[in-house]
């Protein structure tokens, strides 16, 4: 990128977690946009201070700490713009995960169509679904009424009506959601977005209009039956969250003045930016992104032809970790430990983190603990996810995780670059990629913080990606093969540079590393077996493949898909230790 | 870096606000005194609504209807009273199928509300009333001892505490319970069994304090009549020693026991209080403060999980942790004088 073309802003990008408040920024330096550092303080959401702008001058505090840099003035308030004396920033973004699950209404005419389309639309956010309505519910108005007192939504979600289509029908849903807004006190009144038969708009301004908190409309999501056109709804969805976290959050509207109104959901800017990546990069493959953190897990996809993001609460590592179990077994969570735990050591793992979410584990038992339910919630994520990934995605099997390159890690159960193994080992039995993909730590937490910058200042995410602000783990490669466990399935060579070359023959049930250094590249020919796929169809290799290296290198993994862990306790733990040793792991 | 505070002192003043969930009366005045478990508000909203189609039950389309009903929203209508009558030689009519009040009419129909729920806001502690926030409650104000727990069942009460643990790590067992326990509040130690809970229903005690719970018994604790307070965590823990203290030195005294369920975003913790008798208004303690070296801090988290200590020195930058994680830290020296380096993020003050 030609540095005419920078304008020399600097940019601060905070990010209100449920944990955590981080500062970053992001600066010119030698005519390119750079990642400089980042400040992290404890967030502010919970009593006593309820003020997350409080969080957010702490963490830019220590942001100050480390650069040596003035940014906020006497009275703690983001100087903006920059001053001659290098004081301040010019702009500020914000993105926001921290509070509880948004309570979701969400409404449709028919079940798998419209519904699910709004069930899906939703999932993009911070949410929790408390109720849905359509026309085979077999509740009276008034017991639908009931319920949307009782519960008290935060947000109705209504999709519905194919473009021309039904409109009597979306009519008898809305009935009961104005009757029931009516009765509730203004304050308590649900924002409203209408993502249905865009005819219909004036009527339902009419109907709920002047009931609803804020009403908001997007695109038809369903705008036939066959088709489904959710990211323009993601979008004004994003942007009530907003409104609603600053009805919620005390000091975020502070934030967001600050901000000139630039502040998004995280998960939405995650989306954001992996929208961008998959279509600057444009590979055959999927581009995926995972965030585990306190408040939820986050997968994001990038398709050719769509994507997908999705925001699950349930599965967040903080207040919520107990209700894990509504989803999963103590059992399942187990089946991921090399140590014999006894089943109650996780059981208090998860209400004690519920009692304290910004704790981290200090000790080796306790982050092998911590681990498990990362594990097991990350791979429940990706297992919903994966239901609406699209069909025509490229993969090896329909069945499995369709083929990503690159993947990107980030939150803070995932992305700490002092154990880039362990990280990985996380991933790669929660997420099961296969074939060949480059494996990214978003050690620093930017995807959110590029995606929102991406809204003020294109240039910059494209300049900091390629500055190397992300951390590299190496290139991973992993057959989707069955065979008896100890028999070989790949053979691979690896031609460095410097013309060295290293060779490794994989055997099933096993995890191999060939190093390959971060910055370097190399070039690696594939021999599979019989029947092993690594993206190229059976049996067929790969020669001179050009790959980068990382943190650990090249991993091989040579387990199967889907992972098969023995029903033998000992056995399992026992090759859960290998495979733990064998990414450097404790 | 800010410390949260949790609250364990022999004597302080303490003021609350206590509100209703939704809009009410509220039942004192200022400066009135109050009990912990007298009711300081209270909240009626119907139970349940019903929807009547009169334009449908009439066979008139909905603007006939409307012209032809007779309620008015806030009307009063007894069971079976006439909202409306259609018109010709053999009118069919519509009415009220229960007692109600009608909130909404229009486009037809009629919306009535049926049945009530009602809702008393306790006060929570003994004090008494320094602010009315109308409709939604009261300030109250204080004094005396203040334990902290780290989870309740919701539930207030107040009685006799009476001590039933030897040691801070005493299990509390079935066995232990005899009448002379009915109507008191038991120090109990770790509950690990549900047929504890169950003894002291069966007594009744006035309520419980526990150092710990098992997480298997949470879903039964909240079903308990009688508020249960825990101190230190969901597992198996002995109770800290500052508590422990503080109880053990007031067992036979009157306290009040507020196990309200903990609620971070609005600050909600389960309480003990200990009134006690002053003669110049203790200071109120501070909320929030910054880690530094001679703190009381009780740790939340492996290692020396619970316990009590004070910070030694805060460690510049960041420490790697034994799990590998690199975090902001301090030495803290433990009560049996061994230190360890805790990171911050795991204490919180003890004041």
Same mark, same amino acid.
């Not at chain 1, 959601?177 to 301004?205: C, D, H, M, Q, T």
């Not at chain 1, 600057?280 to 994001?300: E, T």
């Not at chain 2, 009626?44 to 189609?53: F, G, K, P, S, T």
């Given at each position: 990128?030609?540095?005419?073309?920078?304008?020399?802003?600097?940019?601060?990008?905070?990010?209100?977690?449920?944990?955590?408040?981080?500062?970053?920024?992001?600066?010119?330096?030698?005519?390119?946009?750079?990642?400089?550092?980042?400040?992290?303080?404890?967030?502010?959401?919970?009593?006593?201070?309820?003020?997350?702008?409080?969080?957010?001058?702490?963490?830019?505090?220590?942001?100050?700490?480390?650069?040596?840099?003035?940014?906020?003035?006497?009275?703690?308030?983001?100087?903006?713009?920059?001053?001659?004396?290098?004081?301040?920033?010019?702009?500020?973004?914000?993105?926001?995960?921290?509070?509880?699950?948004?309570?979701?209404?969400?409404?449709?005419?028919?079940?798998?169509?419209?519904?699910?389309?709004?069930?899906?639309?939703?999932?993009?956010?911070?949410?929790?679904?408390?109720?849905?309505?359509?026309?085979?519910?077999?509740?009276?108005?008034?017991?639908?009424?009931?319920?949307?007192?009782?519960?008290?939504?935060?947000?109705?979600?209504?999709?519905?009506?194919?473009?021309?289509?039904?409109?009597?029908?979306?009519?008898?849903?809305?009935?009961?959601?104005?009757?029931?807004?009516?009765?509730?006190?203004?304050?308590?009144?649900?924002?409203?977005?209408?993502?249905?038969?865009?005819?219909?708009?004036?009527?339902?301004?009419?109907?709920?209009?002047?009931?609803?908190?804020?009403?908001?409309?997007?695109?038809?999501?369903?705008?036939?039956?066959?088709?489904?056109?959710?990211?323009?709804?993601?979008?004004?969805?994003?942007?009530?969250?907003?409104?609603?976290?600053?009805?919620?959050?005390?000091?975020?509207?502070?934030?967001?003045?600050?901000?000139?109104?630039?502040?998004?959901?995280?998960?939405?800017?995650?989306?954001?930016?992996?929208?961008?990546?998959?279509?600057?990069?444009?590979?055959?493959?999927?581009?995926?992104?995972?965030?585990?953190?306190?408040?939820?897990?986050?997968?994001?996809?990038?398709?050719?032809?769509?994507?997908?993001?999705?925001?699950?609460?349930?599965?967040?590592?903080?207040?919520?970790?107990?209700?894990?179990?509504?989803?999963?077994?103590?059992?399942?969570?187990?089946?991921?430990?090399?140590?014999?735990?006894?089943?109650?050591?996780?059981?208090?793992?998860?209400?004690?983190?519920?009692?304290?979410?910004?704790?981290?584990?200090?000790?080796?038992?306790?982050?092998?603990?911590?681990?498990?339910?990362?594990?097991?919630?990350?791979?429940?994520?990706?297992?919903?996810?994966?239901?609406?990934?699209?069909?025509?995605?490229?993969?090896?099997?329909?069945?499995?995780?369709?083929?990503?390159?690159?993947?990107?890690?980030?939150?803070?159960?995932?992305?700490?670059?002092?154990?880039?193994?362990?990280?990985?080992?996380?991933?790669?039995?929660?997420?099961?990629?296969?074939?060949?993909?480059?494996?990214?730590?978003?050690?620093?937490?930017?995807?959110?913080?590029?995606?929102?910058?991406?809204?003020?200042?294109?240039?910059?995410?494209?300049?900091?990606?390629?500055?190397?602000?992300?951390?590299?783990?190496?290139?991973?490669?992993?057959?989707?093969?069955?065979?008896?466990?100890?028999?070989?399935?790949?053979?691979?060579?690896?031609?460095?540079?410097?013309?060295?070359?290293?060779?490794?023959?994989?055997?099933?049930?096993?995890?191999?590393?060939?190093?390959?250094?971060?910055?370097?590249?190399?070039?690696?020919?594939?021999?599979?077996?019989?029947?092993?796929?690594?993206?190229?169809?059976?049996?067929?290799?790969?020669?001179?493949?050009?790959?980068?290296?990382?943190?650990?290198?090249?991993?091989?993994?040579?387990?199967?898909?889907?992972?098969?862990?023995?029903?033998?306790?000992?056995?399992?733990?026992?090759?859960?230790?290998?495979?733990?040793?064998?990414?450097?792991?404790? | 870096?800010?410390?949260?505070?949790?609250?364990?002192?022999?004597?302080?003043?303490?003021?609350?606000?206590?509100?209703?969930?939704?809009?009410?009366?509220?039942?004192?005045?200022?400066?009135?005194?109050?009990?912990?478990?007298?009711?300081?508000?209270?909240?009626?909203?119907?139970?349940?609504?019903?929807?009547?189609?009169?334009?449908?039950?009439?066979?008139?389309?909905?603007?006939?209807?409307?012209?032809?009903?007779?309620?008015?929203?806030?009307?009063?209508?007894?069971?079976?009273?006439?909202?409306?009558?259609?018109?010709?030689?053999?009118?069919?009519?519509?009415?009220?199928?229960?007692?109600?009040?009608?909130?909404?009419?229009?486009?037809?129909?009629?919306?009535?509300?049926?049945?009530?729920?009602?809702?008393?806001?306790?006060?929570?502690?003994?004090?008494?009333?320094?602010?009315?926030?109308?409709?939604?409650?009261?300030?109250?104000?204080?004094?005396?001892?203040?334990?902290?727990?780290?989870?309740?069942?919701?539930?207030?009460?107040?009685?006799?505490?009476?001590?039933?643990?030897?040691?801070?790590?005493?299990?509390?067992?079935?066995?232990?319970?005899?009448?002379?326990?009915?109507?008191?509040?038991?120090?109990? =130690?770790?509950?690990?069994?549900?047929?504890?809970?169950?003894?002291?229903?069966?007594?009744?005690?006035?309520?419980?304090?526990?150092?710990?719970?098992?997480?298997?018994?949470?879903?039964?604790?909240?079903?308990?009549?009688?508020?249960?307070?825990?101190?230190?965590?969901?597992?198996?823990?002995?109770?800290?020693?500052?508590?422990?203290?503080?109880?053990?030195?007031?067992?036979?005294?009157?306290?009040?026991?507020?196990?309200?369920?903990?609620?971070?975003?609005?600050?909600?913790?389960?309480?003990?209080?200990?009134?006690?008798?002053?003669?110049?208004?203790?200071?109120?303690?501070?909320?929030?403060?910054?880690?530094?070296?001679?703190?009381?801090?009780?740790?939340?988290?492996?290692?020396?999980?619970?316990?009590?200590?004070?910070?030694?020195?805060?460690?510049?930058?960041?420490?790697?942790?034994?799990?590998?994680?690199?975090?902001?830290?301090?030495?803290?020296?433990?009560?049996?004088?061994?230190?360890?380096?805790?990171?911050?993020?795991?204490?919180?003050?003890? =004041?």
């Amino acid at each position: 990128m030609a540095a005419s073309i920078v304008t020399g802003n600097s940019l601060l990008a905070l990010d209100v977690g449920a944990a955590n408040t981080r500062a970053a920024l992001f600066d010119v330096i030698e005519g390119e946009y750079r990642f400089v550092a980042c400040g992290a303080a404890p967030s502010t959401v919970d009593a006593p201070i309820r003020d997350v702008s409080e969080g957010a001058r702490s963490a830019i505090q220590a942001l100050q700490d480390i650069l040596k840099r003035t940014m906020l003035d006497v009275s703690r308030s983001l100087i903006l713009p920059s001053q001659p004396d290098g004081s301040g920033v010019d702009a500020l973004v914000v993105t926001v995960s921290a509070g509880p699950a948004v309570k979701t209404l969400v409404v449709g005419l028919l079940r798998d169509v419209s519904l699910d389309s709004a069930r899906r639309l939703t999932e993009s956010t911070y949410a929790r679904i408390v109720d849905s309505m359509s026309l085979g519910d077999q509740r009276k108005p008034e017991q639908q009424i009931d319920s949307i007192l009782r519960l008290r939504p935060d947000m109705v979600v209504i999709a519905g009506g194919t473009d021309g289509g039904a409109s009597r029908s979306v009519q008898k849903l809305l009935d009961p959601i104005g009757l029931a807004s009516y009765l509730l006190p203004e304050e308590k009144r649900p924002a409203v977005l209408f993502a249905g038969n865009e005819k219909l708009i004036e009527e339902v301004r009419a109907l709920v209009g002047t009931l609803a908190s804020t009403l908001h409309f997007s695109s038809n999501i369903r705008p036939s039956l066959d088709i489904e056109d959710i990211p323009p709804a993601e979008s004004e969805l994003a942007q009530m969250f907003v409104k609603i976290r600053k009805k919620q959050l005390r000091g975020l509207d502070i934030l967001d003045h600050w901000a000139g109104g630039h502040t998004l959901p995280t998960a939405y800017a995650t989306g954001r930016m992996v929208r961008f990546l998959s279509n600057v990069y444009g590979s055959p493959k999927g581009l995926l992104s995972v965030d585990l953190g306190a408040s939820s897990a986050v997968i994001a996809a990038g398709f050719k032809s769509k994507s997908v993001l999705k925001a699950f609460p349930q599965f967040g590592q903080g207040e919520g970790l107990p209700g894990l179990l509504q989803h999963t077994t103590l059992e399942n969570i187990l089946r991921w430990s090399a140590l014999d735990l006894p089943p109650d050591a996780v059981l208090e793992y998860l209400h004690q983190k519920a009692l304290y979410p910004a704790t981290i584990p200090a000790t080796k038992e306790d982050f092998a603990v911590a681990q498990l339910a990362a594990k097991e919630a990350l791979y429940l994520a990706m297992q919903l996810a994966r239901r609406d990934f699209p069909k025509d995605s490229a993969f090896i099997k329909p069945t499995l995780t369709p083929l990503f390159d690159p993947i990107i890690a980030g939150g803070a159960a995932l992305s700490d670059a002092s154990r880039p193994g362990s990280s990985l080992l996380l991933l790669l039995d929660s997420v099961q990629p296969v074939g060949i993909a480059t494996v990214i730590l978003d050690q620093n937490n930017l995807m959110p913080l590029l995606g929102a910058a991406a809204s003020v200042n294109n240039i910059l995410p494209v300049q900091v990606l390629e500055s190397g602000a992300f951390l590299s783990v190496g290139t991973i490669v992993c057959p989707v093969v069955a065979a008896k466990h100890g028999a070989s399935i790949l053979k691979a060579r690896v031609m460095y540079e410097n013309g060295a070359e290293a060779s490794v023959d994989l055997k099933y049930g096993t995890i191999e590393i060939l190093p390959l250094a971060s910055g370097e590249t190399g070039r690696i020919t594939i021999q599979v077996s019989r029947g092993a796929d690594i993206g190229y169809g059976p049996g067929r290799g790969v020669k001179n493949l050009s790959i980068s290296g990382g943190a650990l290198g090249v991993v091989f993994d040579g387990r199967g898909r889907p992972l098969d862990l023995p029903g033998d306790p000992a056995r399992r733990r026992e090759l859960l230790q290998k495979w733990n040793w064998a990414l450097g792991g404790g | 870096m800010l410390a949260p505070v949790h609250h364990i002192i022999g004597l302080t003043t303490i003021i609350r606000e206590r509100l209703l969930p939704v809009s009410g009366n509220v039942l004192v005045r200022v400066q009135q005194k109050v009990t912990a478990g007298e009711a300081i508000a209270e909240a009626r909203w119907a139970r349940e609504h019903v929807l009547l189609d009169v334009a449908r039950l009439l066979g008139v389309s909905p603007a006939m209807a409307d012209s032809l009903i007779k309620c008015q929203v806030d009307d009063k209508l007894a069971a079976s009273a006439e909202i409306a009558v259609g018109r010709g030689l053999f009118p069919r009519s519509a009415r009220a199928p229960r007692e109600g009040r009608v909130v909404a009419v229009g486009g037809g129909q009629v919306l009535m509300e049926v049945g009530e729920s009602k809702m008393e806001l306790r006060a929570g502690l003994p004090g008494t009333v320094i602010q009315v926030i109308p409709t939604r409650g009261v300030v109250i104000q204080s004094h005396g001892g203040l334990v902290q727990g780290v989870w309740g069942n919701g539930r207030i009460d107040s009685g006799l505490l009476v001590n039933l643990m030897q040691t801070p790590d005493s299990a509390l067992t079935p066995d232990r319970m005899d009448v002379s326990l009915r109507g008191s509040i038991i120090m109990g =130690g770790m509950i690990r069994n549900l047929e504890t809970l169950q003894a002291l229903a069966e007594l009744p005690a006035r309520g419980l304090i526990a150092s710990s719970i098992h997480p298997s018994l949470i879903s039964k604790a909240r079903e308990m009549r009688y508020p249960i307070l825990v101190t230190d965590g969901i597992g198996s823990l002995p109770m800290n020693s500052a508590a422990y203290k503080l109880l053990s030195t007031n067992a036979k005294r009157e306290i009040a026991l507020n196990a309200e369920t903990l609620d971070r975003y609005a600050g909600a913790k389960p309480e003990i209080v200990i009134p006690l008798p002053t003669s110049s208004e203790p200071p109120a303690p501070n909320d929030m403060e910054s880690f530094a070296p001679g703190m009381q801090v009780r740790i939340r988290r492996p290692p020396a999980h619970g316990m009590i200590g004070s910070i030694v020195s805060i460690k510049p930058g960041l420490t790697a942790l034994p799990s590998g994680l690199r975090a902001q830290a301090a030495e803290v020296k433990l009560e049996n004088n061994e230190t360890i380096v805790i990171p911050l993020v795991n204490m919180e003050v003890v =004041g």
